[in-house]
């Protein structure tokens, strides 16, 4: 049972490039999230999607675009990126009721 | 205020020793808590729902106070895999608040 998978692992990006953080899940959640995680400020949520068709900006959007290509996949794109941008990702599905998030493994990204 | 604060730590316990963690959160319309386990460099993962009423599961204990704005977690009996970040995660509207999260690190 995978759960929630996420690619790649790990990144290393230079300032302006581009990329895509993908993530699938298998729990026939409704929900799914991404997160970035840094040093001394916990978990904040960047994007989320309460069901297929509809994203809504968390807390950080800033920087980021997102698509939710169906129920299982919840894409992060990376546009131009930049070094405050360096950073742990993790992309979380769950089902809004129950309040309960699982989480992928997480993206180690960094860009120089 | 931030909406959830935890103290940092580490707390450096022996096995087999009981800790508590305590948590506040600002939100006042919060309705549900849970406890997250984060392990070094891995994912944060669930580990217990706290109930109003307060809850148990195995060597571990959830409390809520209302009135005062905090959850506690409490750990008996601490095992070496016990350590960890355990994060506290109050329901803000439709959405989890994470805390920084609590350092626990339990030696032989």
Redesign the interface.
Known sequence: NAGVTQTPKFQVLKTGQSMTLQCAQDMNHNSMYWYRQDPGMGLRLIYYSASEGTTDKGEVPNGYNVSRLNKREFSLRLESAAPSQTSVYFCASGEVLKNIQYFGAGTRLSVL | RKE?EQD?GPFNVPEGATVAFNCTYSNSASQ?F?WYRQDCR?????LM?VYSSGNEDGRFTAQLNRASQYISLLIRDSKLSDSATY?CVP?GG???I????TRLQVFP
Do not use: A
């Open positions: 959830v940092p549900s849970f891995k994912e944060p993962k669930l729902s994060l329901l439709d959405k989890l994470f805390g920084t999260g």
